[in-house]
């Protein structure tokens, strides 16, 4: 979840290694740092919190070297201090690294026993000794980094530097990405291709298992055997954004308010809306042939995933196996020949979700992944990529990808029900008109910011609230207390409306607001009946529903926030933007950092 860096330059480094950075921030914002070699020798400046911090550090202190490496940070090991900010050093060599040394206790042990003194209580430290042995005992570089690579458990990318050297890099990855940039007698390392945009488009992408040695005119790329390997190289569609607000406070209002835009751009490569009917699709299984999907995600993308089974299972018949990742990965579910297995990742670089991809991949069964990084490892691991055209999400709350997200899982529960026969060519046209409207009716809800920011002003002052939907609404529900949760740091709870009385309605009392999420649908009076359970014990009710709802609730509701009245496939789509708005505003109320929350990041490549 870190985000590292390295160049070998013809001029200073450190000011393009924080311009990379920058680009970087979404991985982790708990430190960061810059190392240089100058004059032969190893100098570094680095910084508790975000990157601006160290922008002031190296302001007042510049480095000068034209060969670096540079980090940001997601703590794992060790607190988020300058202290157990990367670059780490260990006599003359200086490492970043991203992703966590499982048996780094074992390896301290073990050097702390040969003498080694350890400044951090980060696990990279261990490696940066590792290496430093090797060549103690007079290893080369090369031979010093591979000797250290081969004892590491775990997973990593990593940018190691040697003091004396000012034209080597070598890079290092096992598990989390790291690109390598190729420039005009300059070379590039990053874990990502955005990151190099501004520098190099020219990309190649390490594989698990892979190591460069990097130069100013020569990249060499080898196995963990020390064969030498060929990867081929790419041009990188990552643009060199420096990506901005524009006129909104932060880049989650920005992204909740691009919702129509990005809806529209995502349904209309799956969707042709002049034969309102879904795409031709390319396809590594035939939907009519399947008997099974499995679903598997975190998060927001893995709520997504949710609302996807109910699609799939509803107009395809097509059952659905949805997990969470990090259980999914662990679990050795069977697949049988007749499944496809499904991934929705924003990022495409998951730790959880590519594993479980993997697994998925070794029992051979064909692999879709929904992501909004087309260069990401998940995509490029997978048989066929379903983009969603979100364009870069920045706040760490994910909202368009969300969004995009489900307009992908719908278009593809029409093709499947097309494929299998359990929509007829009428039924198709008309499912595909609803999520053309989807846009439009988003355009509607933003009109609403005014009276959602009047509730969240309310939801500011309380410690917990309760979120509660049925059906599809159900994960929406979800996702509305995971979003108050993570961006407001108000405890929050998502339940199946009907689950209510199996236990959480101990809960509620008079400063317990619940919100309701209920279109008015065919099985609204059921969850009308969970609203007067939580009326009936004082409970504050927020109802989020349409024109019909707000008529036939017949509660005395706290605020009801009228949507406008949407086709029950499209629903989820539509109401996914008041439960983000309602989170943004409350955390704009609190005062919370909404686009880098603590403790957060925006890519999760460990486990
Ligand atoms: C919440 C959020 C996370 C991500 C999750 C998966 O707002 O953004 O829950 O959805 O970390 O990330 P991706 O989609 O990149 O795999």
Partial sequence: MCGIVGIVGQTPVAPLIVDALKRLEYRGYDSAGVATVEKGELSRRRAEGKLVNLERRLEAEPLSGTIGIGHTRWATHGVPNETNAHPHFADEVAIVHNGIIENFAELRDELKRDGYV?????????????????????????????????????????????????????????????AVGHGQGEMYLGSDAIALAPFTNSITYLEDGDWAVVRRNKVQIFDIDGNPVKRQRQRSVGTSYLVDKGNHRHFMEKEIHEQPEVISHTLAHYLDFTSGKTREMDLPFDFAKLDRIAISACG??????????????????????????SEFRYREMP????????????????????????????????IGAIVNVRESTIARESHVTFPTLAGPEIGVASTKAFTCQLSVLASLAVRAAAE?????????????????????????????????????????????????????????????????????????????????????????????????????DRIFEKTVSNMQEVAARGGRIILITDEAGAARAGIETFETIVLPDTPEFIAPIVYALPVQLLAYYTAVQMGTDVDQPRNLAKSVTVE
Avoid at 153 to 162: C, D, E, R, V, Y
Avoid at 309 to 321: G, I, M, N, S, T
Avoid at 449 to 458: D, G, L, S, T, Y
């Fill in 118 to 178: 350890f400044q951090s209580q980060t696990d990279t430290e261990v490696v940066a000794h590792l290496i430093a042995r090797e060549l103690r005992g007079g290893a080369q570089p090369t031979e010093a980094a591979h000797n250290a690579l081969k004892r590491l458990q775990g997973a990593f990318a990593l940018a190691i530097m040697f003091k004396g050297d000012d034209d080597l890099i070598i890079g290092a990855r096992n598990g989390p990405p790291l």
């Fill in 300 to 325: 927001t993308a893995y709520l997504a995933g949710l609302i996807g089974k109910y699609w799939f299972e509803r107009y395809a018949r097509l059952p659905v196996d949805i997990d969470i990742a």
């Fill in 335 to 366: 697949l049988g020949k007749k499944s496809a297995a499904l991934f929705v990742s924003q990022s495409g670089e998951t730790a959880d979700t590519l594993a479980s991809l993997r697994y998925c991949r070794s029992e051979g069964v064909p």
């Fill in 420 to 520: 299998r026969g359990t929509i007829d060519e009428g039924e198709e046209k008309r499912l595909v008109r609803q999520l053309s409207e989807a846009p439009r009716f988003a355009s509607q809800v933003l009109k609403l910011e005014e009276q959602i920011e009047k509730v969240a002003r309310e939801l500011a002052k309380v410690n917990h609230v309760l979120y509660l939907g049925r059906d599809t609404s159900y994960p929406l529900a979800l996702e509305g207390a995971l979003k108050l949760k993570e961006i407001s740091y108000i405890h929050a709870e998502g339940y199946a409306a009907g689950e209510l009385k199996h236990g959480p309605i101990a809960l509620i009392d008079e400063n317990m607001p619940v919100i309701v999420i209920a279109p008015h």
